[in-house]
């Protein structure tokens, strides 16, 4: 018997939504979609499995295995309400059954889905991870493992978890009882009684009164015993500084070069055989020479200028199409997606996969990749705990995802391969990336001959490292360009004037556009699209910043705090653009307070290729139309919630509303 199918296959029916609980008359809709008979079955699997553990207690209970007290677990000492032993009152064996499933059910669940919230918000701030870090491992110092014992003194934790447990879910959030009550900041509890006993009305994740959880005390140990043995088990640093980025991506970039091991990408991406999540060594250098070389370098970049110049026609041609003269409001976010999706297609894979080829929705997969990339996993950071991603049904979707990347990558090689034996490239002009991996794949140019495998997951690199981010890069300037008026106009003005008389900005004009150049970079100093890069992991025992850093400590680098870092920058969190005008600040990895791309060894190969497709598509857009917020939204009110993933988006799409410009 599966207990844990069992119990993941209630758990999910507890979460379908039951039309005729809400609806009596159109209970009979649960029969034609099978609801009902799914019920039916789960409820008999689960007596079945509820069954054998009440007559495993009988059975041991007869043989009076459990003589003493302490032995005795929650199934006995129901078994002895039940029998009228403890209090008199008896229970019945249904009652007894729907207890032990209410502890299971809102048991697992709950604890579980807070660490998630737990880990997520500490990722988000990397500040308050370091403070929890220093506080467990500064007490946990000299043990093997931490044990509840150790708790009580543990405070920065326990704020920690309440300050999520206010924020997720969304009560507590009342500006009347919390000082900016949409802030993480754990502090806030560090010299506060406040608690989530119930007594206090303004946190009550557990509810309170006669109706509220009495599991609160498990749910809290739990969670607080978990957290600290993360911190503890999983050495991680996080740098927030100029001076600890350089250390790590400059001066001890070979030793600081490898990735962590990750289940997620060992799944998605063929055992980590791309180039983004291999360890370091020489397989990744291999793969990263060909993706620089045959995708990435300057040469072919610049070959790519028709594709791009062509592209951001249609979207401009789209845009106008849409807005018309009627200034309906567009969607910004769905014009850069398929802007950006297009290049990439057309350069990777030699054609565009549009979203009407069933198989082939390449998009909608890449959504769903980069969702399944932003969810925290546990079982990466808790190993015992990795049941609980089958429990929670992470397992089937990763599993439904990697199937039909699958398809669609083989699908694109067969393809390839096909036109290739009709010998349709005859030239190296019209070679398009899959072309030259088949030639590497088959030994044809390097003599390493490279695994089919590999070859699926380097086009899957290409295509997620790629597109979200450039699309999210531009749909960030573009918010910041509409919350700023004045830096619209600015930008309008250089670059309507460098595109006097001229039908259409080339590529050739993005040269001579230093204010566009500059709105580029403040945006992504504001929001670089990976806030934490991609984590990194130490091949050998290293000082870093004067501190000793042991051998597979991850490394976590926070260019989002860098880049907002008072130190660094003046009035960091003011959006001026102008800062970048006379400086020789850039974001190819060479100076440490704007590193959006990363830098070292691991820094992003994309960074060419995707900086001239925003300059380009940015330029177009402000050369052909007029942008402004919805009517009736102001600028300062525009939300600038963010999304959360390894990709930051904004968390709605971007709305706008485009005039054309009369004159152009
Ligand atoms: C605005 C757009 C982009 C941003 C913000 C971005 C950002 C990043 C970052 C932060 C990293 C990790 C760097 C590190 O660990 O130091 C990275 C790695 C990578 N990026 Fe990009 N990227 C972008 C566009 C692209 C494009 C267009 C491609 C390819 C077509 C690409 C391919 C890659 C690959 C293959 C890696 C892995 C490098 C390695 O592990 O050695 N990226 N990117």
Redesign the pocket.
């Known amino acids: 018997m599966h207990a844990k199918n069992i119990l993941a296959e209630f758990l999910h029916l507890l979460g379908t939504f039951n039309v005729w609980d809400f609806i009596p008359w159109l209970e009979w809709v649960n029969k034609i979609t099978g609801l009902d008979i799914k019920v039916e079955k789960v409820a008999k699997k689960l007596d079945t499995f509820l069954e054998s553990v009440i007559e495993e207690h009988i059975i041991r209970h007869n043989k009076e295995e459990y003589s003493t007290g302490e032995g005795k677990d929650f199934v006995d000492v129901l078994l002895e309400i039940q029998n009228g032993k403890e209090t008199g009152f008896r229970l019945q064996r249904d009652s007894l059954k729907a207890i032990l499933l209410d502890i299971f059910a809102a048991g697992s669940d709950t604890a579980y889905s807070t660490l998630e919230w737990i880990m997520a918000e500490l990722l988000r701030h990397p500040r308050a991870m370091e403070t929890l870090q220093n506080e467990v491992r500064g007490l946990a110092q000299g043990k093997a493992e931490i044990t509840e014992d150790d708790l009580g003194n543990m405070h920065h934790l326990k704020t920690v978890i309440k300050e999520t447990l206010r924020l997720h879910p969304p009560v507590g959030r009342d500006p009347l009882s919390w000082e900016n009550p949409k802030d993480y900041r754990p502090e806030r509890f560090l010299n506060s009684d406040t608690d989530f006993k119930g007594l206090n009305f303004e946190l009550i994740p557990f509810g309170a009164g006669r109706r509220g959880c009495p599991g609160t005390a498990f749910a809290v140990v739990i969670n607080e015993l978990a957290l600290a043995r993360l911190m503890h088990n999983k050495p991680v640093i996080v740098a927030s500084s100029v001076e600890a980025a350089r250390d790590i991506?400059k001066t001890h970039d070979l030793v600081c070069?490898s990735?962590p091991k990750s289940s997620m990408a060992d799944r998605l991406f063929y055992g980590s055989r791309?180039?983004?999540?291999?360890p370091y060594g020489k397989y990744?250098r291999q793969?990263?020479s060909i993706?620089v070389l045959h995708?990435?370098s300057n040469k072919r970049v610049q070959s790519y200028r028709d594709i791009r110049e062509e592209e951001t026609s249609n979207m401009i041609d789209k845009i106008r199409q849409e807005c018309g003269s009627s200034n309906s409001v567009i969607d910004l976010r769905d014009h850069f997606c398929f802007l950006?999706c297009n290049i990439?297609s057309r350069?990777?894979l030699g054609r565009k996969y549009d979203e009407g080829e069933s198989e082939m929705n390449a998009k909608v997969t890449l959504d769903e990749l980069g969702e399944l990339f932003g969810t925290f996993n546990i079982g990466d950071y808790i190993p015992w705990l990795e049941w609980v991603n089958k429990l929670t049904g992470l397992d089937t979707k990763v599993e439904k995802v990697a199937k039909s990347l699958d398809t669609f990558l083989e699908c694109v090689i067969e393809e390839h391969i096909i036109r290739n034996k009709k010998g349709e490239y005859s030239t190296g002009e019209a070679k398009d990336f899959v072309d030259f991996l088949l030639e590497i794949h088959n030994g044809k140019e390097t003599g390493i001959p490279l695994q089919r495998d590999s070859l699926k997951a380097?086009i899957l690199?290409?295509?997620s490292?790629?597109?979200d981010?450039?699309y999210?890069?531009?749909e960030w300037v573009m918010t910041e360009l509409l919350r700023h008026p004045r830096a619209m106009e600015k930008l309008q003005n250089e670059v309507r004037g460098l595109a006097q008389g001229k039908a259409e900005v080339t590529e050739d004009d993005l040269g001579y556009m230093h204010y566009l150049k500059a709105v580029i970079k403040e945006s992504?100093r504001l929001h670089?699209?990976?806030p934490l890069?991609?984590?990194?992991e130490s091949i050998e025992d290293i000082k870093l910043l004067g501190y000793q850093i042991p051998a597979k400590t991850g490394l976590i680098?926070n260019?989002w705090s860098i880049g907002r870092d008072p130190l660094s920058w003046e009035n960091p969190e003011e959006y001026r653009p102008e800062r970048f005008l006379n400086s020789n600040i850039d974001v190819k990895?060479l100076n440490f307070e704007l590193?959006?791309?990363?830098?070292?060894?691991?820094?992003?190969?994309?960074?060419g290729?995707?900086?001239v497709?925003?300059e380009l598509a940015l330029a177009r857009i402000v050369h052909k139309f007029n942008l402004a917020l919805p009517e009736g939204l102001k600028p300062e009110d525009l939300d600038m919630t963010e999304g959360s993933g390894i990709?930051i988006r904004r968390n709605s799409s971007l709305l706008a509303v485009a005039t054309q410009c009369s004159s152009y």
């Open positions: 991506m070069s990735r791309d180039v983004g999540f291999s990744w793969l990263k993706v995708l990435l950006t990439i350069v990777a380097i690199d290409v295509f490292g790629g597109t981010t450039i999210t890069a531009l992504l670089p699209p990976i890069l991609v984590p990194r680098i260019a990895g590193i959006p791309f990363g830098a070292g060894r691991r820094g992003c190969p994309g960074t290729f995707a900086i497709i925003i990709t």
